[in-house]
């Protein structure tokens, strides 16, 4: 299993955690196996926690919390020495497989974990070891994002020239496996296609159309979009920048070994970014801005899929535009 170097580092803070996610609003579903065990809880407890599920076998939400989550912020589970569900015991932890290769990480929605990505001033590295994956598409884009990790950890460079050429680099990419050229990584040379310039207004104004699951995020969309729209901000700190986009270049980019298209991918982390440091810009706060963006759009698959069909098919976030949303 390979997973960024951080990943040792993260336990869940429980009682400390001021956005705990048994308070998040999610559904969690719970596995069969899980399920079968709840059936053999004994007494009192047995039953609360039967009672907790719903008949859709996913936990409810009383008072805007888990039925399970006491009032010191631990879950009663753990207290009383009873094994999670799957999604209770994985999370903040994410797990990708291509064939036999496996890498791990955890996600910035969770405040520790969103602590332990943004905190750190060191350039990450991957540890650990897995089986290779020897799909041809794969590997060309697993040597690809080794190339991306280099850019964006160049700190002679400042960050937003390092996302636009990660993006230009990524897009030369693509061209490859476009052809189904495979064999080697592009001989890169950045370029200049910038076409217009838009601000991170237009992407705010197309995910504020998308699934919400905390009315609050739409209140703040509202306030990034009207900052950007006045005034848009181009400030932002290098080291977390780069943090972040190493974040979800580790997470997604890889993925592009599923559809052929690593270039959504790479603009997905590139207007992510832009989003953050625009919700920073109106609201402060950079982890709490890219923690509730990870909430609302990284966990609903339904929104990422319309964010990647919008790259593919609309025209507002073409790549030239967005190379123009971050120079
Ligand atoms: S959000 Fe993270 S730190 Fe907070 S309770 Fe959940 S797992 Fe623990």
């Known amino acids: 299993m390979v997973t960024p170097d951080y990943y040792e580092q993260f336990y869940c803070i429980g009682g400390e955690c001021r956005n705990n996610c048994c308070k ?11 399920l079968a065990r709840f059936e053999r809880i004994s007494g009192e407890f047995g039953a609360r926690v039967r009672g907790a599920v719903n008949d859709d076998n996913c936990f409810r939400h009383i008072d805007g919390h888990c039925p399970l989550l006491s009032d010191d912020g631990w879950c009663e589970m753990v207290r009383h020495n009873e ?3 799957v999604i209770c015991d994985e999370y903040p932890r994410f797990t990708e497989y291509w064939d036999d290769y496996c890498e791990r990480g955890i996600s910035i ?8 990505i943004l905190k750190n001033k060191e350039k990450v590295r991957l540890t650990g070891k897995s089986k290779p994956c020897a799909d041809p598409v794969f590997k060309i884009i697993y040597r690809a994002r080794n190339r991306v990790f280099e850019i964006l950890q160049d700190r002679s460079i400042d960050i937003f020239t390092r996302m636009s050429l990660a993006l230009d680099y990524t897009a030369q990419l693509q061209e490859r496996i476009n052809i189904d050229d495979y064999e080697c990584e592009p001989d890169f040379k950045p370029t200049d296609c910038r076409n217009r310039h838009i601000s991170a207004a237009e992407y705010i104004e197309f995910i504020k159309g998308l699934e919400v699951l905390n009315p609050h ?17 181009h400030d932002a700190d290098e080291v977390v920048c780069e943090q972040l986009m190493v974040y979800f270049v580790f997470r997604y980019f890889l993925k ?9 991918k790479m603009k997905f982390a590139a207007v992510s970014v832009m989003t953050v440091i625009a919700l920073e810009n109106a609201l402060g706060d950079f982890a709490e801005c890219a923690r509730m963006y990870s909430i609302e759009i ?5 929104n990422i899929e319309a964010i990647y069909d ?18």
């Open 109 to 116: 929605s969770c405040e520790a974990a969103a602590d332990i």
């Open 256 to 264: 592009g070994a599923f559809d052929c298209d690593p270039l959504s």
């Open 298 to 302: 990284e966990h609903d698959e339904d």
């Open 217 to 233: 995020w739409t209140d703040m969309l509202n306030k990034a979009y009207e900052a950007e729209t006045t005034s848009p901000a």
């Open 83 to 85: 094994k999670l569900c």
């Open 24 to 34: 998040g609003g999610w559904d969690i579903e719970v596995d069969d196996d899980a």
């Open 310 to 327: 919008e790259f593919l098919f609309g025209d507002a976030l073409e790549y030239g535009n967005i190379l123009n949303m971050i120079g």
